[in-house]
């Protein structure tokens, strides 16, 4: 069974720190992978995707993809109080659908 | 730009009600749909997903069931709903290239009472 896991935190960090998520995946065959932000009470939000290996920028944020480990994270430079929240991560297979992890609480502290 | 509607926003219903939610997709033509249930604690469940009008494709067996009338409209329905049918249900769709990321809409918080 296809398997995305997250430590679910929460993750405590103050403001203007960075944050690092991470994300493991058990399907070596997943092609794509997600980070979604999801405020409480709210629908997840795509932040951004990577499906090379090494790193890609976004602003603040920057995903980090390492095939060979199967390892996948999330770093948030200068973490703003705005940004706390629940965030989850997501491998897509061979095909169109998406496995999630349970995500990471991030919590961060004026 | 493209813009996912869902609703009802909440929903109380009593154990044995029928049940449809709604979702519709503006501004995209023939994408992906998806339905997740997100129960308390727990992670984001894919239910159904759709490629076309009429294409279902089920991955939990359960009570529920689902239709698309239309491209870019999806239903969620139940003939009789259980306590266990409770949480957040979300609807999504999907780019069709190679990322296939999806955009969720904003979710119908079912409470089976």
């Known amino acids: 069974q296809k398997e995305v896991e997250q430590n679910s935190g929460p993750l405590s960090v103050p403001e203007g720190a960075i944050a690092s998520l991470n994300c493991t995946y058990s399907d070596r065959g997943s092609q794509s992978f997600f980070w979604y932000r999801q405020y409480s009470g709210k629908s997840p939000e795509l932040i951004m995707f990577i499906y090379s290996n090494g790193d890609k920028e976004d602003g603040r944020f920057t995903a980090q993809l390492n095939k060979a480990s199967q390892y996948v994270s999330l770093l948030i430079r200068d973490s703003q109080p705005s940004d706390s929240a629940t965030y989850l991560c997501a491998a897509r297979g061979s095909n169109y659908k998406l496995t999630f992890g349970k995500g990471t609480l991030l919590t961060v502290n004026p | 730009s493209q813009t996912i509607h869902q609703w009802p926003a909440t929903l109380v219903q009593p154990v044995g009600s029928p049940l449809s939610l709604e979702c519709t997709v503006e501004?995209?033509?023939?994408?992906?749909l998806y339905w997740y249930r997100q129960a308390a604690g727990r992670g984001l469940q894919l239910l159904f997903y759709s490629v076309g009008i009429g294409q279902i494709s089920s991955e939990v067996p359960q009570n529920l069931s689902a239709s698309r009338p239309q491209d870019r409209q999806f239903i969620l329905s139940s003939k009789k709903l259980l306590l266990s049918d409770s949480g957040f249900y979300l609807c999504a769709w999907s780019v069709r290239t190679s990322s296939y990321e999806q955009y969720f809409g904003p979710g119908t918080r079912l409470t089976v009472t």
């Open positions: 501004g995209t033509s023939n994408p992906n």
